[in-house]
């Protein structure tokens, strides 16, 4: 199972937005409403943002949002602040009881 | 509140073996499937493995299959990976992970990792 394709790195001032795509196959992200993100600091644990595409888990600011087309999802946060520099992945049911990472992307808060 | 924790971690010559345990508590630990999920240095999540919550069933990544095993005490709520015939590649920092709802459709809470380095 390969990884999902995410841009290495993706940047924007505060107050702006960032949109980070996750592109995949229809076995994995085309296929199943099972893609989630995570947020990751450095030398921290992943932390889940978004869950089965669009939904946030309590406490997550509404600032974060996800959607998918097809085998491409996106995660958009918008108002970005100081806080949101981070690795982000996706992550996608694969069938076959797998699942599947992102390669990640970098978000850098200019 | 949901804790998991690892232990079990540490340094290991190629071709030795392993085991990691993850205690999980505030959460019921039978109803929820758990996985494995490694980050080698500098690199990106790998999925490893994850195990239903009874236990009946498993999966692996080919990566692993073969020389690694799950297993889960739901007496003692606490997860386990067996790693055997370990490679330099698996180096990494193993986290456990409770699934979100049935299983490997997300991970809502994450262990804050264990290191397991393979080197001679």
């Known amino acids: 199972q390969s990884a999902l394709t995410q841009p290495p790195s993706a940047s924007g001032s505060p107050g702006q937005s960032v949109t980070i795509s996750c592109t995949g196959t229809s076995s994995d992200v085309g296929g199943y409403n099972y893609v989630s993100w995570y947020q990751q600091h450095p030398g921290k644990a992943p932390k889940l943002m978004i869950y089965e595409v669009t939904k946030r888990p309590s406490g997550v600011p509404d600032r974060f949002s996800g959607s998918k087309s097809g085998n491409t999802a996106s995660l958009t946060v918008s108002g970005l602040q100081a806080e949101d520099e981070a690795d982000y992945y996706c992550g996608s049911f694969a069938g076959s009881h797998n699942y599947v990472f992102g390669t990640g992307t970098k978000v850098t808060v200019l | 509140e949901v804790l998991l924790v690892e232990s079990g971690g540490g340094s290991v010559q190629p071709g030795g073996s392993l085991r990691l345990s993850c205690a999980a508590s505030?959460?019921?630990?039978?109803?929820?499937?758990m996985s494995w999920v490694r980050q080698a240095p500098g690199k990106g999540l790998e999925w490893v493995s994850a195990i239903s919550g009874t236990g009946d069933t498993t999966y692996y990544a080919d990566s692993v299959k073969g020389r690694f095993t799950i297993a889960r005490d739901n007496s003692k709520d606490t997860l386990y990976l067996q790693m055997n015939s370990l490679r330099a590649e698996d180096t990494a920092v193993y986290y456990c992970?409770?699934?979100?709802?049935?299983?490997?459709?997300?991970?809502?809470?994450w262990g804050q990792g264990t290191l397991v380095t393979v080197s001679s």
């Open positions: 505030g959460f019921t630990f039978p109803t929820y499937g």
């Open positions: 992970a409770k699934d979100l709802f049935g299983d490997i459709t997300g991970y809502d809470y």
